[in-house]
């Protein structure tokens, strides 16, 4: 990572693309997704690590398969036997007894089958959400910027929804029906030969349209998934800002906005149904057209004596539902293709490999924690604004136990050192390390464990308040969340709440005031007890007694730690012992208060633009 500034890349190679963007593309028509079953092979995997559950649901698709071709079977012999009078009683009776217990078999053996093949369709998609979350939650953080972690989301709402119905239901009805067509084929062969070869001679008709429809339907049943996960996505965002639309008054445009994502979603609907429903009038011609123009030729034989009335009887049956089942088949071909589709763009999130990982021999950090910091030669480019430097040859040490505030307009580049230090990314030049550890070398979670971090916005769970306040020391006792929260002036309003620390605080704490969420943040940084703090804006949005009470919990806090401070408002950072000025991703001035005041560099500009206004307000 060091090196000198001659060797810093101008202009870095094209980082590897999202795979949202990917999917972008492939909807512009470039490349095309393989029109294939293929990507249902993930699912399948997850699926065979049941063994058991899969045998027993397949067995049970065997004997329903096996009954229902059974039942015509014998209803052969009744015809034969009972109307042409050619059996007696006793064996009439016989065999209908034999009907009714292959209904009763039926009935058992379908119940099976609805229960396993349901339990596994359930199981493989907990599975397959399970696998997307675990490596959703090892991508760094500049992956969700970008890619919309809303559209994130309804994948993996939508699309595994789709793949229960597929395991669940739609693959069941498939090999059922093609058990049906396999062995209701073979007992028509063994029935009627003739009559059964013309019949036979329809089947590779079929497939053509099969595949030529099944191919645009599964191009088509993808775009659908995309319209539906962009509604999802709408949804969650208007909601999610619902307070901003109704306070400028645009509730109209968002139901405009929304009624087009709707519509664009039904208009692609509409085209797959339409090719759905053309390719199942056409299979369904083919078929019960080929069946009619047989039966008519076996009316003839039973006519001539050629052959019986039962024979006939139970080839019209086993017809039946062999066209059934072929016919069914190309039904259930589209759905397995919308499955494949939303198969497809999980793996996609499957396979989506974090640029922050582990390495190979990771590097120790040093013990005891010294909770020093350095920055050398750093610069660095967002990926999604490689044109632009948010740090230029930046260089900075940090000593253990040194409070570092970093001020500057919008845009200078102080965030972007939060960002580094946390090891969301990694520089493009330059060397960062904690301890004297570089960064890349130790492991990630290593390092952010000797790290705490109160952000500008106390960010709070849908949770109850001991969860939250735990997230930073998740087994820290309640007496020592009770003496965080005391150290962070939050014990008083916490142990008014109804239930203490099980009280529910809202989707995103939102039961809170800011200022209460803003000290909860930092009783969760103090549980951390990490040797470095780093302080974004903690106090910008407070009013002036929340703002009193947050910063004397933020003076216990920083005790004894090293602590960056990024702050706009400088009267909040005059007791810093050192601030470092930044602008346009440089380090211009640093000193004390009083020394940059004096120096009349932009330390002083800023410093007398917010305290002449504080004045004057």
Known sequence: MDGPKDEIAESPAEPRRSFLSRRKRRADGEPKPSRSLKPLGMVYQAAAQYPVYVSLAFVSLLITAAATLAIPAYFKDIIDKGFAGAGSAEQIADTFETVLLIVVVLAMGTAMRFYFVSWIGERVVADI???????????????????????????MTSDTTLIEQVVGTTASVALRNTLMAIGGTAYLFWLAPQMTLGLALVIPAIVIPITI????LRNVSRTSQDRVADVGAMVTEVLGAMKIVQAFNQEA???????????????????????????TSVIILMIFGSITLLMWRGANGVAT?????????AFVLVGGLVAG???????????????????????????????????????????????SLSFRNVTFRYPTRLETAALKDFTLEVEPGETV??????????????????????????????DGIPLPSADPAELRQRIALVPQEGVLFSADARDNLRYGNWGASDEQIWDAARAANAEQFLRELPQGLDTYLGESGTRLSGGQQQRVAIARALLRDAPILLLDEATSALDAE??????????????????LVIAHRLATVRAADRIVVMEEGRIVEQGTH???????????????????SAQVA
């Open 129 to 155: 959400r399970l696998k997307v979350q675990q490596n959703l939650l090892r991508l760094h953080p500049g992956f969700y910027e970008e890619n919309s972690p809303k559209e994130i989301s309804s994948r």
């Open 213 to 216: 429809f099944g191919r645009r």
């Open 253 to 279: 445009r968002e139901a405009t906005r929304f009624e087009g994502a709707v519509e664009r979603t039904f208009v692609v609907a509409k085209k797959r149904i339409l090719i759905r429903a053309i390719m």
């Open 305 to 313: 004596g050629e052959i019986s009335g039962g024979t006939i009887a």
């Open 325 to 371: 089942a072929f016919g069914s088949l190309t039904e259930v071909y589209g759905d397995l293709l919308r499955g494949a589709g939303a198969a497809s763009r999980l793996s996609e999130l499957l396979e989506e490999e974090p640029t922050i990982s582990v390495p190979d021999r990771p590097l120790s950090l040093p013990q005891p924690p010294r909770g």
């Open 405 to 434: 505030a970093i001020v500057g307009p919008s845009g200078a580049g102080k965030s972007t050192i939060f960002q580094l230090v946390e090891r969301f990314y990694d520089p493009q030049a330059g060397s960062i390390r904690i």
């Open 546 to 563: 929340s703002e009193r009470l947050v910063q004397e919990a933020l003076d216990r806090l920083m005790q004894n730690r090293t602590t």
């Open 594 to 612: 009083a020394q940059l005041s004096a120096a009349g560099g932009l330390y002083s500009h800023l410093a007398n633009l917010q305290f002449t």
